[in-house]
Each structure stands twice: as structure tokens, then as C-alpha cells.
């Protein structure tokens, strides 16, 4: 495999994206070396099923399995189930970032428990005739990762894969990849190293061979776009997907991962075309599929024909593309290696281009993900259901028993006409609001004025209509009102202009109010559904905020106008524009004294105790489905920062043996502001934390 001196271009294990026909597509393109997705080793060793997702041919190689597992047993047993023939080795996946991977441990959690990953390598590399490789993340320090490349190395490690990335570096806005530390794994050890990590144009093949001397480059992501990527070339999308789908036909693959091949191809595409998109969607068989890109290849090639699109700042969309990673400048670096280009300069004007070249319609989708045919038939199905109304049942009839006409009285009033008025209040909200409390119709007229009489006073008629008890009801309001009380108040209503007005004095710089700040800055590393829930907590929070008689003063910081939370806040929360709120672009520790700032995080060990307006209260708009722990306690720590908690066990009883303090942003600002009005913490948390969190708390009396 490495015996010349060419660069080995391997194609990396991708979940649910390297099947057979995907791999022989890549190599046509020159890819040497194929991974087969990751399979569990438990599972592969004890489950016929399981083991036939494996499909190796002749034709496919040399082909490396790898396998998730945590201990030496189940993996040597896993290999021992292996086919003996088209296979050249198997890989032990060190990787895998995200969280569920804990639960194994496999991959990058395997790195605290590095004497289980040592004894999995000598097994498998002693006791059978495979040969055994690792795909590993960096650790904390570069050190670290070289001593521990020399232990895999030891232990029998055939091939060593580095992602010049940490754990913690998960997903886009993360940074680049560390090319200096793959550089120093490979002078530290004599097996072949694998450079993998940021590999996004054409020219970084050979520029990270060039900086770290490895024996060879993996890529996934930019291959799923264009699997010419080795070859620098760019070829018709609809070409690249008519030869993916006649070797799907061969191998007999998936609708479910054609579907998501074809999208990753043709996405610059489908994002022109969202009528062609939704037909790919709902594809079911290969009959369908070639059907679509038929249909595409007539519409590309009459617009190829355009003598206008044939002036290109970008790639046009029917050529196939690398795809541009996001950058955030002020956390990583953007510029690799000497003669690098700047990544976040590249990033903004990619964007800026591709913006003004896509419909203003179909921006929308550019980060959509494609509709399965499963979520599609979901869908269809509750539809009717989201929009039909509930049934009233007998229960409800008798809630509200029917009135006989006897029991309907009508009673006028009369009022001086200046006073009608503000029955009738603004916009007739007055009378709405009388008729919900009191089930009364209320109809407020003029009465004719007696010409005869020159200085008789204006009036006007109150028709009220309803049970006697309604009526008298409502001539309580009424009457109140008359006297000169404030129709809002009286009628429980509110005042937005002056909720409005205490928020503007809030928000002065003497104001003396309770500061609250949300962290916007780890936006980047949660998924569209994760702020879709932030968007509403902030939106719930200030709701919260603008009915309240102390209102404090809050703050979004990192907060980015061109950003996807951005987007999502202004599709959420109605007039969020026009919220009374300070926004700024600078990170909290930016915007405000360090001695100032208290990080609110459940993994703290202070219990807040009080609460002061010269102190700022940060709470991490972090929405984690998967709960990454001490994550916005451990940032903090790193920046020097106070933190604090809400004294939830030092006020309430546990109620189960397992408990926790992860409570929504908009459930302890609630808490945080019911302590500034007053109430006692007990008071306070006793409605904001649910019985699940395992705690009981009883208010003071």
C-alpha cells in the first residue's frame, strides 16, 4: 500500500454514507483506500443480521472495516467473524466526538481509558492475521498525542490516522485542523501516518503532505460533494449521479442512502430547483431516481447553453463543488500553514456570492436537510391532526349548562357620554374584556338629545344583556370605572405602554436593575432543532420580562445579525426587532469587567445567595440535547470567570436517587427575577423546577 512514494488517498468511514457503490464511485475518481462505515463490534460479533450491513467485494479493495468497541474481548470476538478474504485490515475507532459515544466508550472517550485501547490493539494484532489501525483526535496537549502514538505504535498499531482536531472541536465554527501536531505524531513514529482534518480545496492535498510529511490524506465531507476532489477535477453533477445510481443498481444499495448521496451531490442544485427537490424526497426506487436527474440534466444543460451564466465568479451549480466549512475567526485560527489563504475571508465572500446567486426564495434551504420518505409520510399523517379542532364532549356540555330564554335579562344604563368613553376604551378593547369576564354582551350607544332642552347634557345607553347575575357583574365594573379608575386596572388588563416604559428605565445606566445577559457565542455548536428551543426560551424570557413590576435589563452578547439564530429569532418570536433589549457583537467577558460577570451553570459549586445590580448574571445559551458536562463551567473556568448556580439542593428535599440542576435559561431567569421582586428563593424556584429534576421544594410560611 505504501510501498512507492505517492501519496495514499483513502476515503474516510462515513455512518450511513460509505456503501459499496459509494466507495467504487470515489475510486473511479482516485481514491486507493476505502473505510467501511463504522459498525458496533458487540453487535457484529453477536448478531447474523447485523454482520450482512457488511458488504465486501473483489473489486472494492484494499478495503479497511472499522469498528466501534470498547474492550479486547468483544473486538477480538467481532474479528474472528470477519470474512478472511477482500479484506486488508480493520481500524479501531478513537474519533468519534459526539456524546453518545460515551456510552461505550468509544471513540475520543476511549482517551480516558487509554490501557483498554492498548490492550485492544496487542490482541487483535497478536492473535489474529489482520492488521490493525487507529483513527484518533488529537489530546489536550501536542505532548500527549505524541507519547500516545508511540504507545499505539508499540502495542502493534499497523496505521495511524490523526484528525488534527480535539475532542472538544466538534462540528463547524470550531476551527481548522492542527496540522503542526499530525506534523510532530509523524517524526515521533516509523508506521505509516494519515493526515485527516481540513482538507477543503484543491491545493491542501498536497500542502499538508508538503507541511506534516505524512504517507497519506483522508477526506470524507468534500468527496460526498465531489468525488473528483483527489483529482482536482470538477465534473457535471447529473453525470456523477447517473454513474452512482447504475452502481447502485449493481450493489443493490438503500433508497434511504441513495437519497442522501444524490442530495450531498446535486445540493447547489436542488436549492434552485425546490419543486425537483421535493421529487427526490419522495423517491422510492432507482426507477425514480434516474427519472429526477433525467429531469434535472434538460434544465442544466439549457441553462449551460446561456451565453450569461457562462461568466462565473463561483463554480456554476452544475459542476460539482467543494463544499466551505464555516469559520469563526475569534475562536481558532484561519490561516493553516505558510501561503495558506485566510479561511474566514474565503468563507464570507463564498457566502456573499452564493447569496447572490440563489433565489431570495430558496435561501431559506441552503442548510435544509433533505425530507425522507419516512418523515414525509410522519408529516402527512399529523397534519389533519395540527389543524383540526378538539371535540366538545359531554363533560364539556355540562360544564356550561344551556340558559333558557327566561333566564336572559336585558338592562340599560345611562352615563354621561364623556364617561362612555372610557367604557369603550381603545379600540373597544374595554368592552371585550368586559364581556370575557362577566359572559355579558355590551353595547354602548348615543341617546337622542331632546331638542326642546337647549342645555341638557350628552349621554349615551349601556345595553347590558345576560343572567341577572352577569349583569350585576358587570355593573360592578362599570361602576368602578365611572368612578374614575383605571379601566386596565380594574379589569386586569394589561398596560403596555407602561410595561414598555419601565423597560426603557430599566435599561439606563443608573437604573439599578438586575443585569442579565444571554451567552450567544455557542451557537455554532448546537443543530437547527437545538436553537429552534433557544429561540423560544428568549423569546419566553422576555415576555417574562416585559410583564414584570421590576423588570431587569437584558442582554444578548455574540450576538451576530447574519447569524442562523438570527434568522431563527426573527422567525419565532414576533416583533423581536423590536424587542427592548441591548444586543451586542462582543463576547460577554468583552462587553463587561471580568469582576463583574457571574457565569450561572449547574456545575458550579457556588450557591447564588443574592442578587446585586452591579453584578452581570450570564446564563449559557447553550441548548445540549445530548448534555455535554461542565462544558459552559469548564469556558468559564478558562476565561477567569466567577461562576455561581441557583441553590436549588441547598433549599430543596431529593425526591430520586438521581438528580439534576439543568434547567431551561427561561425557567432561572423566572427564578432569578422572582428573588429581585422579593420573593425568598424557596418562593421562587418552588414553580420553576419540575418534579423530574428529583427535588422537592416546600415555600417558606
Not at 471513540?107 to 489501525?133: E, Y
Not at 492535498?205 to 468527496?223: E, F, S
Not at 468559564?636 to 461562576?643: E, G, P
Request: proline fraction near 4%; aromatic fraction near 6%.
Amino acid at each position: 500500500m505504501f510501498a512507492n512514494s505517492a501519496t495514499v488517498k483513502m476515503l474516510a468511514p462515513m455512518t450511513g454514507a460509505s456503501d459499496v457503490a459509494f466507495r467504487m464511485l470515489c475510486r473511479k475518481y482516485g481514491v486507493a483506500v476505502c473505510f467501511t462505515e463504522m459498525l458496533y463490534a458487540k453487535h457484529f460479533a453477536n448478531n447474523e443480521a447485523y454482520r450482512k450491513n457488511l458488504m465486501l467485494t473483489q473489486e472494492d479493495s484494499p478495503v479497511i472495516v472499522q469498528f466501534a468497541a470498547g474492550k479486547a474481548s468483544e473486538l477480538l470476538q467481532a474479528v474472528e467473524k470477519l470474512p478472511k478474504e477482500h479484506c486488508a485490515g480493520i481500524d479501531i475507532n478513537l474519533d468519534w466526538p459526539q456524546q453518545k459515544a460515551s456510552s461505550g466508550p468509544y471513540g475520543v472517550f476511549l482517551q480516558n481509558h487509554w490501557d483498554d485501547v492498548i490492550d485492544m490493539v496487542s490482541t487483535v494484532a497478536t492473535r489474529t492475521k489482520f492488521a490493525v489501525s487507529c483513527k484518533m483526535r488529537l489530546f489536550p496537549t501536542v505532548a500527549e498525542t505524541v507519547e500516545r502514538s508511540k504507545q499505539l505504535e508499540t502495542a502493534g498499531c499497523a496505521m495511524l490516522t490523526v484528525h488534527g482536531k480535539t475532542g472538544m472541536q466538534v462540528g463547524e465554527g470550531t476551527g481548522v485542523a492542527d496540522w503542526d501536531a499530525i506534523k510532530a505524531v509523524k517524526k515521533a513514529v516509523s508506521i505509516p501516518v494519515i493526515a485527516n482534518g481540513s482538507i477543503v480545496y484543491f491545493g491542501d492535498v498536497d500542502a499538508v503532505v508538503k507541511h506534516t510529511g505524512c504517507d497519506g490524506v483522508m477526506c470524507g465531507q468534500q468527496l460526498l460533494c465531489n468525488p473528483a476532489f483527489f483529482q482536482e477535477k470538477r465534473p457535471h453533477v447529473c453525470t456523477v449521479a447517473s454513474e452512482y445510481l447504475k452502481l447502485c443498481k449493481t450493489y443493490n444499495t438503500s433508497p434511504t442512502v441513495v437519497r442522501d448521496h444524490l442530495a450531498n451531490i446535486l445540493h447547489r442544485c436542488l436549492l434552485r430547483y425546490p419543486t425537483l427537490r421535493d421529487q427526490l424526497a419522495h423517491a422510492y426506487s432507482l426507477r425514480s431516481f434516474e427519472d429526477s436527474i433525467n429531469s434535472l440534466s434538460e434544465l442544466l444543460n439549457k441553462e449551460a447553453s446561456d451565453a450569461d451564466s457562462q461568466r462565473h465568479d463561483i463554480p456554476p451549480h452544475w459542476l460539482c463543488q467543494e463544499q466551505i466549512p464555516f469559520i469563526e475567526s475569534r475562536n481558532c485560527k484561519s490561516i493553516r500553514y505558510e501561503g495558506d489563504i485566510d479561511q474566514l475571508t474565503v468563507y464570507q465572500e463564498y457566502w456573499n456570492l452564493r447569496r447572490n446567486k440563489i433565489p431570495e426564495e430558496n435561501l431559506e434551504l441552503l442548510n435544509k436537510p433533505l425530507l425522507s420518505k419516512s418523515a414525509a409520510k410522519k408529516l402527512a399523517a399529523i397534519r389533519p391532526m395540527l389543524k383540526s379542532k378538539r371535540k366538545r364532549t359531554q363533560e364539556d356540555r355540562a360544564k356550561k349548562p344551556r340558559l333558557e330564554e327566561g333566564d336572559i335579562k336585558e338592562e340599560t344604563i345611562v352615563v354621561p357620554r364623556s364617561k362612555a368613553g372610557r367604557i369603550l376604551g381603545a379600540g373597544a378593547r374595554i368592552v371585550k374584556r368586559l364581556q370575557f369576564l362577566t359572559k355579558t354582551q355590551v353595547k354602548v350607544t348615543d341617546k337622542p338629545i331632546d331638542d326642546s332642552s337647549e342645555n341638557q347634557e350628552k349621554l349615551s345607553n349601556v345595553t347590558l344583556k345576560g343572567t341577572q347575575e352577569q349583569i350585576e357583574e358587570c355593573k360592578v365594573y362599570i361602576n368602578k370605572i365611572m368612578a374614575g379608575n383605571c379601566p386596565t386596572a380594574v379589569l386586569g388588563m394589561r398596560d403596555k405602554k407602561l410595561e414598555k416604559d419601565r423597560l426603557r428605565a430599566a435599561m439606563l445606566p443608573d437604573s439599578n436593575a438586575l443585569q442579565i445577559a444571554v451567552d450567544l457565542g455557542m451557537c455554532h455548536e448546537m443543530n437547527r432543532k437545538e436553537l429552534h428551543k433557544l429561540s423560544s426560551q428568549i423569546g419566553r424570557i422576555y415576555g417574562k420580562n416585559l410583564i414584570s413590576e421590576k423588570p431587569a435589563h437584558l442582554h444578548l452578547t455574540s450576538f451576530q445579525t447574519d447569524s442562523l439564530i438570527h434568522q431563527t429569532l426573527r422567525r419565532q418570536c414576533d416583533g423581536f426587532e423590536q424587542y427592548l433589549l441591548s444586543k451586542t457583537t462582543k463576547r460577554h467577558k468583552e462587553a463587561f469587567p471580568i469582576s463583574d460577570i457571574v457565569y450561572l451553570t449547574p456545575d458550579s459549586e457556588n450557591p447564588l445567595s443574592s442578587l446585586s445590580s452591579d453584578k452581570v448574571y450570564v446564563m449559557g445559551g447553550l441548548v445540549d440535547e445530548n448534555v455535554k458536562s461542565k462544558f459552559t463551567l469548564t469556558n468559564a473556568q478558562n476565561d477567569k470567570i466567577t461562576t455561581a448556580r441557583l441553590p436549588i439542593p441547598e433549599i430543596a428535599s431529593k425526591t430520586e436517587a438521581k438528580t439534576s440542576q439543568v434547567l431551561a435559561i427561561n425557567q432561572v431567569f423566572e427564578g432569578l427575577l422572582a428573588v429581585w421582586s422579593g420573593a425568598s428563593w424557596e418562593e421562587a424556584l418552588v414553580d420553576v423546577v419540575p418534579k423530574r429534576k428529583g427535588f422537592h421544594i416546600t415555600p417558606k410560611t
